[in-house]
Nanobody
Framework: VQLQASGGGLVQAGGSLRLSCAAS????????MGWFRQAPGKERESVAA????????IYVDSVKGRFTISRDNAKNMLYLQMNSLKPEDTAVYYC????????????????WGQGTQVTVSS
């Protein structure tokens, strides 16, 4: 599976962005998918994950109620709707695919996209 993330940009605090991740290959629907982020000088952290059919989604506490992960298997697309953005959300965001259940564990993801920059100004 090859992944291409897009949709990042510069937004003011309180604003919204929608990230997209385009997947190639016919097996996209068999993978759990996740969004991760990495800020300068910090470790990569999990933001959200979704099961292969979209029925199960999990979030890190800091984004609950503000971010929504979703997928469209017919289009081989993964999304992250980000609302009420805060300066601390500033990071490079990555999409990734896991052959296991939806998980927040970085090491359980085997395919990674190239990342898209999200910058939230105060």
């Amino acid at each position: 599976v090859q992944l291409q993330a897009s949709g990042g940009g510069l937004v003011q605090a309180g604003g919204s962005l929608r990230l997209s991740c385009a997947a190639s290959g016919r097996t996209f629907s068999s993978y759990a998918m996740g969004w991760f982020r990495q800020a300068p000088g910090k470790e990569r952290e999990s933001v959200a994950a979704v099961s292969w059919n979209g029925a199960i989604s999990i979030y890190v506490d800091s984004v609950k109620g503000r971010f929504t992960i979703s997928r469209d298997n017919a289009k081989n697309m993964l999304y992250l709707q980000m609302n009420s953005l805060k300066p601390e959300d500033t990071a490079v965001y990555y999409c990734a695919a896991s052959p296991f259940r939806p998980t927040m564990g970085v090491n359980e993801y085997v395919y990674w996209g190239q990342g898209t920059q999200v910058t939230v100004s105060s």
